[in-house]
């Protein structure tokens, strides 16, 4: 299976609760492979263009507002499937609906502030990489347990 890479961001209330490193460590122990990773204070510029999806719905201003409240931490990450894997480990948008064991099922608690952003498909996280980060700040390379978590042929 192809390596694909996807977009992520630890939302304002996980790097206020001092998540963050707990959140990563998840990511990686899964076999998520880091190709660039900053600890940012969202532009409005920024937040305008990633929810830019969500412009004239009745929770768009409140979603600008809680991304440009405090700081995130941005990331992309490539694994197989990568976008479908992040967002199972992830878990469900309400953390009360959130399998036990995901990000939000084990700490999330409200809707509005769960965690952590994942692109829902290949083109959302192409779209959200390019509001973060350059193509030049996109690091390729293999792992040495790269190769155990896939199986060829």
């Known amino acids: 299976m192809p390596w694909e890479r996807t977009f992520a961001m630890l939302k304002p ?4 609760r001092g998540l963050a490193g707990e959140i990563l460590a998840r990511i990686e122990r899964k076999g998520f492979r ?3 990773l ?4 969202v532009s409005l510029d920024q937040a305008r263009r990633h ?5 004239g719905k009745p929770f768009y201003d409140r979603l600008v507002e809680y991304i440009t409240s405090s700081p995130v931490v941005v990331m992309v990450l490539e694994a197989p499937d990568a976008v479908a894997q992040l967002r199972l480990l992830v878990g469900a948008t309400k953390p009360n609906e959130a399998a036990p064991g995901s ?3 084990d700490l999330g608690v409200d809707i509005s502030n769960n965690l952590i952003h994942a692109a829902d498909s290949p083109e959302s996280a192409a779209h959200e990489i390019s509001v973060y980060f350059t193509e030049a700040e996109l690091l390729a390379y293999r792992r040495a347990g790269d190769d155990w978590l896939v199986a060829e042929g």
């Open 13 to 16: 209330d996980a790097v206020q």
């Open 34 to 36: 880091i190709a660039a």
């Open 38 to 41: 900053r600890l940012i204070r």
């Open 51 to 55: 929810y830019a999806v969500h412009e």
């Open 103 to 105: 990000i939000r099922g």
